[in-house]
């Protein structure tokens, strides 16, 4: 039998580029930057040339790069113990979700942690099943339905893509987790008409962060509440890119509807400010009437779930570093107001190629005009998404953004990004705008 040959190149003679195709599997269409180090709210490639960094890693750094709060954890923790077993009692967690209760939901309930956006909605996803089979149909059957919505994101797991309400990310992956149906967004109406007997919870974004920053109506999230209570369904909110402050609160919900508490919350992204880490909250509330029963939040017992990363001391203490310098240095504030300036700033230039601002805090979507940019750009549909020509077009002027689906240009710079570097993407992002133009 004959063995494949590796062929085996020096290291050095590859770019990155080279190294990657060759070497990685091609699952993302990666831009030609090749970053080597970053400060705050700036990044630098390998050649030595500096970008402002308004996409932070998808909604990651929320601190910015390599930010003191977490610098010292990871040093400190680093060099006491990175990794213990959940076998044992990790103060860290402890603490860590302490704070998530008192500080972020203000709000009697557990956290349990893991270490993505994508295991955080899985946590949640296996809690409506559990509380399903808790709280079956007359004959027994357990509750296993849950609603989710068009254009929402929920991650890459096999849970994930069936819970996403985008067909892009199912294809070729059939048969898919059952018990998922998607709705419009924001049509209170399609929910009313889709809930059944076997209704069990509801999953949603209450900003879609992937899907074009579509923003929740109060009417919506509020009809929402009231048909989970009333049916006893699971309202589930992903908090995996609007929450801890990205959209000028802790809870992403609650410029919206402050009166609501979900059932149970999932973090992931900003959460570890670049340090893999995932959370998921869950309310402390009874699951039925009879006694003894456990509370929703002792539901997933020992044996239920986990994972051996998941709520490392090490993860732990650089998420309660991140979390506590949000709350010492007000970041859920300062996203809030800043968010409202770019916006007001933004809207006041009337481009021409932007069709409509959608944001809450620093969770900005420009979202351009298709139609503008084939009659006065160089830009024609044949060529690729909009939104990637233009994240393209800012790229090359020194500003990094993201895309969110064809035709939004997403920002997302750190929560304590200053008013100058504001200034100053707002300029290049204005100057990209107007080069376009040219007819
Ligand atoms: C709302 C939302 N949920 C879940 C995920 C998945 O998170 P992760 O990539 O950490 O698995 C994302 C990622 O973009 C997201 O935006």
Same mark, same amino acid.
């Given at each position: 039998?004959?063995? %494949?040959?590796v062929?085996? &190149? ?14 990685t599997? /091609? ?8 970053p080597e180090? *970053?400060?705050?709210? $700036? ?11 308004? *996409? ?8 910015g ?9 990871l ?17 860290? @967690?402890?603490?860590?979700g ?31 099943r ?6 079956p149909? &007359?004959?027994?059957?357990?509750r ?61 974004e ?11 109506? /109060? ?9 989970? @209570?009333?049916h ?5 909110m992903?908090?995996?890119q +609007?929450?801890? *402050?990205r959209?000028?609160? $802790? ?15 999932? $973090?992931?992204?900003g959460?570890?400010g ?11 509330? /009874? ?6 029963d ?6 997933? *017992?020992?044996?239920?779930?986990g ?6 001391p090490?993860?732990?203490?650089? +998420?309660?570093a ?14 809030a107001?800043?968010? @409202? ?5 933004v809207?006041?230039?009337?481009h /021409? ?8 805090g ?24 909009a ?5 393209k077009?800012?790229? +090359? ?6 895309? +969110?689906? %064809?035709?939004?240009?997403? $920002? ?7 008013p ?20």
């Amino acid at each position: 039998m004959n063995l %494949p040959v590796v062929e085996k &190149a020096p290291l050095a003679s590859l770019s990155a580029a080279g190294l990657l195709s060759r070497y990685t599997v /091609p699952n993302y269409g990666r831009l030609a930057l090749v970053p080597e180090r *970053g400060q705050g709210t $700036w990044l630098w490639d390998e050649t030595g040339r500096q970008f402002l960094d308004f *996409g932070g890693g998808v909604a990651v750094t929320s601190l910015g790069h390599c930010p003191p709060a977490i610098t010292q954890a990871l040093a400190e923790q680093g060099s006491k113990l990175i990794h213990c077993s959940n076998w044992y009692q990790i103060r860290g @967690q402890g603490e860590l979700g302490q704070f998530i209760t008192e500080t972020v939901m203000d709000h009697p309930g557990k956290s349990l942690f893991c270490n993505s956006g994508a295991e955080a909605n899985e946590a949640l996803i296996k809690l409506a099943r559990k509380f399903g089979h808790a709280t079956p149909l &007359a004959d027994g059957t357990p509750r296993t339905h849950i609603l989710t919505f068009n254009n929402s994101f929920h991650g890459r797991t096999y849970a994930g893509i069936s819970a996403t309400g985008q067909e892009k990310v199912k294809i070729g992956f059939a048969p898919l987790l059952p018990g998922f149906t998607h709705l419009p967004y924001n049509d209170l109406d399609a929910v009313q008409a889709a809930l059944t007997p076997e209704t069990v919870a509801i999953l949603l974004e209450a900003v879609q962060g992937e899907g074009g920053v579509n923003i929740a109506t /109060p009417e919506f999230l509020r009809g929402l509440s009231k048909i989970c @209570q009333d049916h006893n369904i699971l309202l589930l909110m992903d908090e995996v890119q +609007a929450g801890l *402050g990205r959209c000028g609160h $802790w809870c992403g919900w609650k410029p919206i509807t402050p009166e609501i508490t979900p059932d149970a919350v999932s $973090w992931a992204k900003g959460i570890g400010g670049g340090f893999p880490i995932g959370a998921a909250w869950i309310k402390q509330r /009874p699951i039925t009437t009879t006694p003894g029963d456990p509370d929703l939040c002792d539901l997933l *017992g020992p044996g239920t779930h986990g994972t051996t990363y998941g709520g490392s001391p090490l993860a732990c203490a650089v +998420a309660l570093a991140v979390l506590k310098e949000i709350k010492a240095s007000r970041l859920c504030e300062h996203s809030a107001t800043t968010g @409202q300036e770019i916006i007001a700033t933004v809207s006041a230039w009337h481009h /021409p190629l932007i069709r409509t601002i959608r944001g809450l805090g620093l969770l900005i979507g420009f979202e351009l005009d298709p139609t503008v940019m084939a009659r006065r750009t160089t830009w024609k549909e044949a060529d690729g998404l909009a939104s990637i020509h233009l994240v393209k077009a800012l790229m +090359a002027e020194g500003l990094l953004t993201v895309a +969110a689906g %064809p035709l939004v240009v997403r $920002w997302l710079p750190p929560l304590n990004v200053t008013p100058e570097e504001v200034q100053t993407a707002m300029t290049i992002f204005q100057r990209v705008l107007n080069q376009q133009l040219n007819h």
